[in-house]
T-cell receptor, first 116, second 110 residues
Framework: GAVVSQHPSWVICKSGTSVKIECRSL??????MFWYRQFPKQSLMLMAT?????????EQGVEKDKFLINHASLTLSTLTVTSAHPEDSSFYIC????????????FGSGTRLTVV | QKEVEQNSGPLSVPEGAIASLNCTYS??????FFWYRQYSGKSPELIMF????GDKEDGRFTAQLNKASQYVSLLIRDSQPSDSATYLC??????????FGKGTSLLVTP
């Protein structure tokens, strides 16, 4: 149990376009979703926390208008990188947490975004 | 910013030896800690979590937590080349998100 599916696993896009990344909890209800970004040889940096039906809470330094997060249901959260630029190229990973911490923290498989 | 600190390594151990990975944290209010393993280009995999002082064993892995010293460690017994990866220590922040250390690179040599 406790599987999180993340798609796409990799994407290449042109500078100035937008990219949407989906994160689905397959067998549990994810009351909270977390989005992380990881640059090469660095650790995971929390970008934002989203609770189902609420606006996401962004970490300091993360542009909310650039990284749009939607958590419309208990099984789906999306991250849209708007007007992507080469510096947005990174590994994006979602993590889901069930109510009261049930199922712990389950990570998606990650999305490698390359902006050219 | 509440910090989780790890030595970036690389830590090199011979096959069959015990690998010892360490982590310190600054938030004295932190209750639970997680150890993840991450292979290059992959998502983190949970090894184990610990929330009580003392040791917790799971197979070849033992996590140790010392809240007085604000110290967490992970021991890997009988290390295998397949254990070569980056090991991430994480605590839970006030928003229930995992706050990761920078990770320690482990290399197990045959």
């Amino acid at each position: 149990g406790a599987v999180v599916s993340q798609h796409p696993s990799w994407v290449i896009c042109k500078s100035g376009t937008s990219v949407k990344i989906e994160c689905r909890s397959l067998d549990f209800q994810a009351t909270t979703m977390f989005w992380y970004r990881q640059f090469p040889k660095q650790s995971l940096m929390l970008m934002a926390t989203s609770n189902e039906g609420s606006k996401a809470t962004y970490e300091q330094g993360v542009e909310k208008d650039k990284f749009l997060i939607n958590h419309a249901s208990l099984t789906l959260s999306t991250l849209t990188v708007t007007s992507a630029h080469p510096e947005d190229s990174s590994f994006y990973i979602c993590s889901a947490r069930g109510a009261r911490g049930l199922y712990g923290y389950t990570f998606g498989s990650g999305t490698r975004l390359t902006v050219v | 910013q509440k910090e989780v600190e790890q030595n970036s390594g690389p830590l090199s151990v011979p096959e069959g030896a015990i690998a010892s990975l360490n982590c310190t944290y600054s938030d004295r209010g932190s209750q639970s800690f997680f150890w993840y393993r991450q292979y290059s280009g992959k998502s983190p995999e949970l090894i184990m979590f610990i929330y009580s002082n003392g040791d917790k064993e799971d197979g070849r892995f033992t996590a140790q937590l010392n809240k007085a010293s604000q110290y967490v460690s992970l021991l890997i017994r009988d290390s295998q080349p397949s254990d070569s990866a980056t090991y991430l220590c994480a605590g839970i922040n006030s928003g229930y998100a995992l706050n990761f250390g920078k990770g320690t690179s482990l290399l197990v040599t045959p």
